[in-house]
């Protein structure tokens, strides 16, 4: 079974800009989350997906935004980019319907760097 | 809030040597996961544990999940190079708390020395 991908996996942007990133899920997962991770801070969750709809979501600004498609694959947005907003960005997807108490699987991340 | 406390925050051993990583929390999980994690790379699950008292062997690795499931200890015997990374545990279902995602804590970072 293929993992968790993501797509790009590095970006340089500016700030202001905005940036959409992907994610594939493993077949058959139907829960995405998405995780931001920076050195200082770790691995902070921002939000998850389930059946296309925004079940949880983590304490970050509105510019932060994501979606789920009917194939499962989501996308995260983010808008007016801050240079605090550098950071690996990792998705991960879980099979059963309460992701927070199954098993989470992690794509690579993609590495976003705002200049 | 930090809801899981990991401990020690680095580690620099020599190859051969034995080690123990702590993830702590005064919250109750319902499941505890270990990640390691590469630069540059998405954390690779080791292990999930969700039973009080539960101990999981991977090799030369020892998962245990303390009895009231707030706790979780990684024992690695005969660390050898290759064991070299960044070291997550993950608490989810979180009681009291939202459910439906995972909450990490900041990670040990280790170095093996050959």
């Known amino acids: 079974k293929a993992g968790v991908t993501q797509t790009p996996r590095y970006l340089i942007k500016t700030r202001g800009q905005q940036v959409t990133l992907s994610c594939s899920p493993i077949?058959?997962?139907?829960?995405v989350s998405w995780y931001q991770q920076t050195p200082g801070q770790g691995l902070q969750f921002l939000f998850e997906?389930?059946?296309?709809?925004?079940?949880n979501k983590g304490n970050f600004p509105g510019r932060f935004s994501g979606r789920q498609f009917s194939n499962s694959r989501s996308e995260m947005n983010v808008s007016t980019l801050e240079l605090g907003d550098s950071a690996l960005y990792l998705c991960?997807?879980?099979?059963?319907?309460?992701?927070?108490?199954?098993?989470?699987?992690f794509g690579p991340g993609t590495r976003l760097t705002v200049l | 809030t930090q809801l899981l406390e990991q401990s020690p925050q680095f580690l620099s051993i020599q190859e051969g040597e034995n080690l123990t990583v702590y993830c702590n929390s005064s919250?109750?999980?319902?499941?505890l996961q270990w990640y390691r994690q590469e630069p540059g790379e998405g954390p690779v699950l080791l292990v999930t544990?969700?039973?009080?008292?539960e101990v999981k062997k991977l090799k030369r690795l020892t998962f245990q999940f303390g009895d009231a499931r707030k706790d979780s200890s990684l024992h690695i015997t005969a660390a050898q190079p290759g064991d070299t990374g960044l070291y997550l545990c993950?608490?989810?279902?979180?009681?009291?708390?939202?459910?439906?995602?995972?909450?990490f804590g900041k990670g040990t970072k280790l170095s093996v020395k050959p």
């Open positions: 993950a608490g989810g279902g979180f009681y009291g708390g939202s459910q439906g995602n995972l909450i």
């Open positions: 077949s058959g997962h139907r829960s």
């Open positions: 991960a997807s879980s099979s059963l319907a309460s992701a927070g108490g199954n098993t989470q699987y």
């Open positions: 919250s109750v999980f319902s499941s």
């Open positions: 997906y389930f059946s296309e709809t925004q079940r």
């Open positions: 544990v969700v039973t009080g008292g």
